[in-house]
């Protein structure tokens, strides 16, 4: 399995890290899918319908997040430092629960500059991806509205991780 071009990026369309994952998804042709509360609901309104997602039944986001988990092989975890609340601690909880690999990758922690932090990351999560075959990577963290400038981190580890020079 080459994960550069045989992964579905998982996500629920809330702003921040899950619309970065899927942004990715759509720039570089992989599979994209995942769960939205009904009503395609997020902090900036309905998300777009070029986003494949499904609705769950209810508006509830831990549904969202609990069938994301569910219906992926394995989860990352994007942070700004450390610590995770709210969504964040709820989708590793839940990961743990569900017996689903997770990984947590917090932008802020060492001494490493941005573009070294999202190399050392990207190493991390493609060591991840290939110890346990992930095909499914469901991708979660903040809301833009809690973590500014989460996207261009999710976005640059990605690209790190799934890079095929």
């Known amino acids: 399995m080459n994960p550069a071009t045989d992964l579905t990026i998982i996500s629920g369309g809330q702003t921040g890290a899950d619309r970065a994952a899927l942004d990715f998804a759509l720039a570089a042709g992989l599979a994209h899918g995942g769960w939205a509360p009904r009503g395609r609901r997020a902090e900036d309104g309905p998300i ?20 994301n988990i569910r219906d992926s092989d394995a989860t990352v975890v994007f942070s700004l430092a ?8 709820l989708t590793i909880e839940l990961a743990r629960r569900l017996g689903k690999p997770w990984l947590h990758l917090p932008r802020d922690v060492g001494d490493k500059a941005a573009g070294d932090r999202e190399a050392a990351c990207g190493a991390a ?6 110890a346990y075959r992930v095909r499914r990577l469901n991708v979660a963290g903040p809301r833009a509205s809690q973590a500014p400038g989460i996207e261009a981190f999710v976005d640059g580890v990605l690209r790190a991780a799934l890079s095929t020079q």
Not at 48 to 67: A, I, K, M, N, V
Not at 82 to 89: A, K
Not at 125 to 130: D, N, Q, W
């Open 125 to 130: 999560l493609r060591g991840f991806l290939t």
């Open 48 to 67: 777009d319908p070029r986003y494949g997602l499904r609705e769950t039944p209810g508006w509830e986001y831990s549904q969202r997040t609990q069938w």
């Open 82 to 89: 450390e610590g995770v609340i709210g969504g964040t601690r």
